[in-house]
């Protein structure tokens, strides 16, 4: 079925980096964008960025501009974000979910989330 | 960057009783040329990921039951819930993906009373 699979739950010391993996399957992974979302701890949900996984295109929040980077493995139909120099701020659950690209719009809303992975940053 | 602001942040409603949540965007999400709004809704529950309500502002989404419903252009969107059951306990967040950085309402949380 159509599914987004991530990664398990991590603890990180500050300074450190932390890599996700989100892969697909049920549908064709170069058909889709993917997005990086990240909740906080009785916070909004909130966008990292996206990945285009058909040419590799990517853009990313201001917010973490210089920290974040999106891949993705287009053979593995698995999209990947890492996050670095990490601080206790960045403690929260991260998902990925996927936007449908193509058709009448140049955007779509994101219809499939993966469960999510824990980030627990302490020293 | 678009703001959404939802309104209340917290509700408590009967059971069988409606729930109305309210999202203004700080610009137009309607987009002419295919004169759709370019707004939807999520429901989450604890421990979970978001889950589609609602797309194109009042599309539901396939399997949503139809006692939610979405309405409005523009900057301002409805979320009706019309006879709360006890599994609509939820936190409730409106998104707009008009433009890039998406962003999300802050969320309202739905309670019974």
């Known amino acids: 079925q159509v599914q987004l699979v991530q990664s398990g739950a991590e603890v990180k010391k500050p300074g450190a980096s932390v890599k996700f993996s989100c892969k697909a399957s049920?549908?064709?992974?170069?058909?889709?964008?993917v997005h990086w979302v990240r909740q906080a701890p009785g916070q909004r949900l909130e966008w990292m960025g996206w990945i285009k996984p058909g040419n590799g295109d990517t853009r990313y929040s201001q917010q973490f501009q210089g920290r974040v980077t999106i891949t993705r493995d287009t053979s593995a139909s698995t999209a990947y974000m890492e996050l670095s120099s990490l601080r206790s701020e960045d403690t929260a659950v991260y998902y990925c979910a996927r936007e449908f690209q193509g058709g009448d719009h140049y955007y779509y809303y994101m219809d499939v989330w993966g469960k999510g992975t824990t980030v627990t940053v302490s020293s | 960057d678009i703001v959404m602001t939802q309104s209340p942040d917290s509700l408590a409603v009967s059971l069988g009783e409606r729930a109305t949540i309210n999202c203004k965007s700080s610009q137009s999400l309607f987009y002419s040329p295919t004169k759709t709004n370019y707004l939807a809704w999520f429901q989450q529950k604890p421990g979970q990921p978001p889950k589609l309500l609602i797309y194109w502002a009042s599309t539901r989404e396939s399997g949503v039951p139809d006692r939610f419903s979405g309405s409005g252009s523009g900057t301002d969107f409805t979320l009706t819930i019309s006879s709360l059951q006890a599994e609509d306990v939820a936190v409730y967040y409106c998104?707009?993906?008009?433009?890039?950085?998406?962003?999300f309402g802050q969320g309202t949380k739905v309670e019974i009373k």
């Open positions: 049920g549908f064709t992974f170069t058909t889709y964008a």
């Open positions: 998104q707009q993906y008009y433009s890039t950085p998406r962003t």
